[in-house]
């Protein structure tokens, strides 16, 4: 994930199947100065109340859209910096290099916004 700001990259995330449906966790982060390494999740609820950021399964429940072959539909994803669910949807690139990210909540319509999500490199996979 990168900082639509500064450009710089975030976080990296394990993104997997989960029994047919597509999950994800978070594997490393890349703090700012100043900023805790590992803080937790303590907006979170459940399960996740007060679990560490890495390792925390913030991506679930994603379903392959129909007559799409790229495309997940019907996920959820947790912003861990406040706790917050929203309903989600996911793409893959057709070169495979990136995954863009709509989350959302659900009105009459769906409002949200969407994240890019690239390949990490092999320096920032170092020591995943």
Avoid: H, M
Avoid at 17 to 42: Q, R
């Amino acid at each position: 994930s990168v900082d639509k700001k500064t450009g710089k990259v975030q976080s990296i995330f394990k993104v997997y199947d989960d029994k047919g449906k597509l999950a994800g966790k978070i594997v490393k982060t890349f703090p700012t100065p100043g900023e805790k390494y590992n803080p937790i999740c303590s907006g979170c609820e459940g399960r996740r109340k007060n679990q560490p950021k890495i390792g925390i399964v913030f991506f679930w429940d994603f379903v392959p859209a129909k007559g799409k072959p790229r495309k997940w539909v019907d996920g959820k994803i947790l912003n861990p910096d406040d706790g917050k669910v929203y309903g989600s949807e996911a793409e893959l690139s057709e070169d495979g290099t990136k995954l863009d990210v709509y989350g959302y909540i659900r009105i009459l319509i769906k409002i949200g916004g969407t994240s890019t999500w690239l390949r990490p490199t092999a320096a920032e996979l170092e020591g995943v």
